[in-house]
C-alpha cells in the first residue's frame, strides 16, 4: 500500500469516527488507559507475519479500540490517542500513556467505614474513594445500589474491560464498577440518585 493511500484510507476513518456520538467516558482519564492497555495486548507490535502491511496493522488498532468507543467507555480524543500511536509506529513498550495507570492512588485502602470525599467537584452525587483489586484506588459513585452488580472475588478479570473490581465496600462482596460511576473531577454534579432500601457502595443495608 503506497504512503498516499494509507494516508488516504486514515483521514477517511478518522472523518467517519467523528461520526460517532460522544461516548459517555472523557478524555484520557483512567477507563482511556484501561482501553489502551487492552488494545495494545490484543494488536502487539507490528509483525510482518501478522500483519501483511502497516494499513492493516493500523486498521487492528482502530478495530481493536472501536470497541471501546462504541460501547461509551472512552471518546474520541482517548481513540485517537490510542490509535495514533500505532499510526506512527511507536513500540508499545515507548507510546505514551493515554490516562493514569490508577484512577485515584490516594483511595487505597479506603473501606465502608472509612470512605473519604474524593476529586470535588465532580460529577458525582456521592463521590466516595474505594479500593481496587489491584492495590490501587478509584473515585466512585457512592450512591450506586450493590443489587445488580457483578461480584469480582478473583480481581478485575471478573469485570468487563474498562471497569474496575472494587474492594470492602458497603456491598461486602468484591463488585465491579464501571466507568459511568466515575467521578470525574471538575465537571458538574449528576442529579443524584434515587435512595434505595438495599446497600450502596458508601452506604450498609438499611
Excluded at 486514515?10 to 484520557?28: N, T
Excluded at 502487539?44 to 502491511?53: H, L, R, S, T, V
Excluded at 464501571?178 to 458538574?188: M, V
Amino acid at each position: 500500500m503506497s504512503k498516499r493511500i494509507f494516508i488516504i484510507l486514515f483521514a477517511m476513518a478518522c472523518l467517519c469516527l467523528s461520526l460517532v456520538p460522544q461516548a459517555m467516558a472523557g478524555g484520557l482519564d483512567y477507563a482511556c488507559r484501561k482501553a489502551q492497555l487492552s488494545v495494545q495486548a490484543t494488536v502487539g507490535n507490528e509483525d510482518p507475519a501478522i500483519y501483511k502491511n502497516h494499513g492493516a496493522y493500523v486498521s487492528a488498532a482502530a478495530a481493536a479500540a472501536n470497541v471501546f468507543l462504541y460501547s461509551g467507555e472512552i471518546d474520541l480524543e482517548c481513540h485517537s490517542c490510542i490509535v495514533s500511536q500505532f499510526a506512527r509506529r511507536i513500540p508499545i513498550a515507548q507510546q505514551t500513556p493515554c490516562g493514569p495507570d490508577a484512577p485515584n492512588p490516594e483511595c487505597t485502602g479506603a473501606t465502608c467505614t472509612t470512605f473519604l470525599p474524593c476529586n470535588a467537584p465532580n460529577s458525582c452525587s456521592s463521590p466516595v474513594c474505594v479500593t481496587t483489586s489491584d492495590g490501587l484506588g478509584a473515585c466512585v459513585e457512592g450512591a450506586t445500589p450493590c443489587a445488580g452488580l457483578t461480584l469480582c472475588p478473583n480481581g478485575a478479570g471478573d469485570c468487563p474491560p474498562g471497569y474496575i473490581c472494587a474492594l470492602q465496600t458497603c456491598c461486602g462482596d468484591p463488585v465491579c464498577v464501571g466507568p459511568d460511576a466515575f467521578c470525574r473531577p471538575g465537571t458538574a454534579p449528576l442529579t443524584p440518585l434515587q435512595a434505595t432500601q438495599g446497600a450502596t457502595i458508601a452506604t450498609p443495608n438499611r
